[in-house]
C-alpha cells in the first residue's frame, strides 16, 4: 500500500486514533489472502491503493452507518408505536396484555440447509424461542436498567414490579421486539400489527431480522459498505399496498446478501411511514460524493442494479 510523504502524518493520526486493527478489515479486501491469489506472499496487494484510497472508504462508511442508523431508529420507532398501539387498545389487559402467555406460542422457525451429499437444499424447522425464555430475559434485562426516571417514578408510585406495555417499548431491545412479534400466536393479531406499517406479516418478520442484525453492525461500528447480510431479505409481495413498489431480491442471491436490498426495505419502510423522507436522498448523495473521491467505492460494489434510481419506489422518493 502506498503512503505518501504528504499522508504519513494522516496514516500515522488514523492509526492511532481508530486503531491498526479495525483499520486492517479495510485493505484486507485488497491483499492476496481475500483474493485467493496464487502468490508467495499474502499480504502483497494485488490492486493500486493509497492511505488515502483506505481513509475515504473508512470515512464514507462511518457516514453511512449514521444514516442506515438514522433510517433503523425511525423505523424502530414506527415499529414499536404500531405495536403498542394496536395490542393495548386490542386485548382485554391492554398494557399488560404481554404478561398472558395465552398470547404467545413457540417460536418454530424454517431453517434452510444445503444438502453435502446430494448438494440440494433442504428445510428443516428448529425452536428458536419459548415465551417463558423471552419473559424470563425481558424481566432480567429491565431489572437491571438503573436511573430511568419513568421507570423508577412508575414504581414508586405503583409499587408494582410490571411495567405497562409502552414503557417495555422503550426499555425493550429490538431482538427482544423481533422475538416477541414472532412469538405471538394468532395470524389475525401480527397481520393488523403489519398492515399499520402497510406491509405484511411476512415480510415485517423478515425485515425485523434484517433490522436487527443491520443495527447490531451499526451500533458496533462494523464494516457496512462491504456488508454481508447473514439474513436475505424476503421478496416484497405486497397486493394490498403500493403493489407497484414491490421487488425480487431472490433472482441473484450473491447480490441479496449485499446493502442494496438493506438500502431499499428501508427506503420503503420510511416511504409508508413518513411520506416525503429525504434518507434516500441523503445516501444517494454521499455515494457519488465518495465514489468520486475514490474507485474503489461504487454503487455496483454494494450491489445496486443498474438504473436502480428509475424504479418505482424511487421515482416517487426522489419526485
Not at 170 to 178: I, M
Not at 232 to 237: H, N
Request: proline letters at 3%; hydrophobic letters at 35%.
Amino acid at each position: 500500500m502506498d503512503i505518501s510523504s504528504e499522508n504519513e502524518e494522516q496514516a500515522r493520526f488514523y492509526l492511532t486514533r481508530v486503531g491498526y486493527y479495525k483499520l486492517s478489515g479495510y485493505w484486507f479486501a485488497f491483499q492476496n489472502k481475500y483474493l485467493k491469489k496464487n502468490d508467495p506472499d499474502p499480504e502483497k496487494f494485488s490492486v493500486p491503493i493509497s492511505f488515502n484510497d483506505i481513509r475515504n472508504i473508512y470515512v464514507f462508511d462511518a457516514k453511512l452507518r449514521n444514516l442506515f442508523m438514522e433510517a433503523l431508529c425511525r423505523c424502530e420507532v414506527a415499529i414499536k408505536a404500531a405495536f403498542n398501539n394496536y395490542t393495548t387498545l386490542t386485548f382485554e389487559e391492554g398494557a399488560f396484555w404481554y404478561l398472558e402467555e395465552k398470547y404467545f406460542s413457540d417460536w418454530m422457525a424454517v431453517k434452510k440447509t444445503k444438502n453435502k451429499q446430494t448438494g440440494k437444499r433442504e428445510q428443516k424447522t428448529e425452536l428458536k424461542c419459548t415465551y417463558k425464555e423471552w419473559k424470563r430475559k425481558l424481566d432480567e434485562d429491565l431489572k437491571n436498567i438503573h436511573g430511568c426516571q419513568f421507570k423508577n417514578a412508575y414504581k414508586a408510585k405503583y409499587r408494582d414490579d410490571d411495567l405497562p406495555f409502552w414503557m417495555v417499548l422503550e426499555l425493550e431491545s429490538f431482538g427482544s421486539l423481533e422475538k416477541m412479534y414472532n412469538l405471538m400466536n394468532n395470524p389475525f393479531h401480527k397481520r393488523k400489527i403489519a398492515e399499520i406499517l402497510f406491509v405484511s406479516s411476512e415480510h415485517l418478520e423478515n425485515s425485523l431480522a434484517v433490522m436487527r442484525l443491520t443495527r447490531n453492525k451499526c451500533a458496533h461500528y462494523n464494516r457496512l459498505y462491504n456488508f454481508v447480510n447473514g439474513v436475505i431479505p424476503a421478496d416484497i409481495k405486497n397486493k394490498k399496498f403500493n403493489p407497484e413498489f414491490n421487488y425480487t431480491f431472490s433472482e441473484n442471491r450473491e447480490k441479496a446478501a449485499l446493502l442494496f436490498p438493506i438500502f431499499y426495505i428501508l427506503a420503503y419502510f420510511l416511504n409508508n411511514v413518513s411520506g416525503k423522507t429525504q434518507w434516500a436522498l441523503k445516501v444517494k448523495q454521499l455515494i457519488d460524493d465518495y465514489s468520486e473521491k475514490c474507485c474503489y467505492i461504487s454503487y455496483e460494489k454494494m450491489g445496486f442494479p443498474l438504473e436502480w434510481e428509475n424504479l418505482p419506489l424511487f421515482r416517487r422518493i426522489f419526485a
